[in-house]
């Protein structure tokens, strides 16, 4: 029945955030309370998704790193100068706003992109392994860029940042591989695959919790809001793009190139907004949880695309052959 359930909840993995930052902000007055739970939540959220992996699987990237380090190029080099480049010229002088837009970019791979390359059937080791090293690396790299980015115009407590980051990633995900490892993948069978569904259930109910705190900032549509929302939608929208097509550039085979322009594009935007949410302004939280409305739907329209676009070139290279 669990894993029924999962399978549904993948088919509607689209509607989920859109829907639960649409409910969290309708029923604020109710749920912004409840908000201490936030980091809890995404604690179990990580710990079930790291059920599947191991530490083994960084020997692949000691072995052949290269196809990591530009994952780590495009998440924490280009598109967070993307984003400054892009939050200055259409927000000049909104320093919060513009902080929002960067810090949706140096949050660590979503952990979520490891479903969406599964279903597409990339390359498991390699998006385990750049999950793991960014989500390891995310304490020291997510405070250091935001004080190299916007210095000291926007006051932030990095100290709690990374205390947060490794109670809600870090920890949970250590954990969950040390398990993985002790019981040789058995863990994943008994454990994992019955949490999966509630793990999904978790990342709306994150979603809704963190739609509620910034409710105010969303409730009121007005041309600001509207360029946020149009602004966050073409820099996430680049980041597939620029991602797709620096693996080809890099000559990467199909499965390369659709495990970078996966985790390349997507965020653990529920981990970007607990952050806003907790240690800077609501209005620096607004960028992030905006990026919640379409992040899934972004890897939906994007894995068709590369379906199909590998589709084509097989069919031509069968052309070809005959």
């Known amino acids: 029945m669990l894993q029924k359930l999962n399978k549904q909840l993948e088919k509607i993995m689209p509607l989920i955030t859109p829907v639960s930052v649409v409910i969290g902000v309708l029923l604020s007055a109710y749920l912004k309370d409840f908000s201490y739970l936030i980091p809890w939540i995404f604690a179990f959220m990580t710990f079930a998704g790291s059920l599947g992996s191991n530490f083994r699987s960084l020997k692949d990237v000691i072995i052949h790193p290269f196809p990591i380090f530009l994952a780590m190029l495009i ?34 791979t979503g952990v979520t992109s490891f479903i969406w390359v599964s279903i597409y059937k990339g390359n498991i080791p390699l998006v385990l392994s750049i999950i793991l090293i960014d989500t390891l690396l995310s304490p020291i790299i997510v405070p250091f860029s935001l004080s190299m980015f916007m210095g000291k115009t926007v006051e932030m407590d990095f100290i709690s940042i990374m205390k947060g980051l490794l109670g809600m990633i870090v920890i949970p995900s250590i954990i969950g591989m040390f398990l993985n490892q002790a019981t040789k993948g058995k863990i994943k069978d008994q454990l994992g695959t019955r949490l999966a569904p509630f793990s999904k259930i ?63 594009g997507m965020r653990n935007i529920s981990a970007g907004a607990v952050i806003a949410v907790a240690y800077f302004p609501a209005s620096v939280a607004v960028p992030v949880v905006v990026g919640m409305l379409f992040q899934q739907v972004l890897a939906s329209i994007n894995g068709h695309f590369l379906e199909r676009y590998y589709h084509k070139k097989v069919e031509k290279q069968e052309s070809i052959a005959f």
Not at 207 to 219: I, K
Not at 250 to 259: F, G, H, Q, Y
């Open 202 to 264: 978790s990342l709306g109910f994150v979603v809704m919790l963190n739609g509620a705190v910034v409710a105010p900032y969303l409730r009121n549509i007005n041309l600001k809001l509207v360029g946020i929302t149009l602004t966050v939608f073409m820099i996430a929208f680049t980041g597939y793009l620029f991602s797709f097509l620096l693996g080809k550039l890099m000559k990467r085979d199909r499965d390369t190139v659709l495990t970078l322009t996966f985790t390349g």
């Open 75 to 108: 998440l924490h080099i280009l598109m967070p100068i993307w984003a400054w480049g892009i939050g200055h010229i259409a927000f000049s002088g909104d320093a919060y706003t513009i902080t929002g837009l960067i810090l949706g970019m140096v949050i660590p």
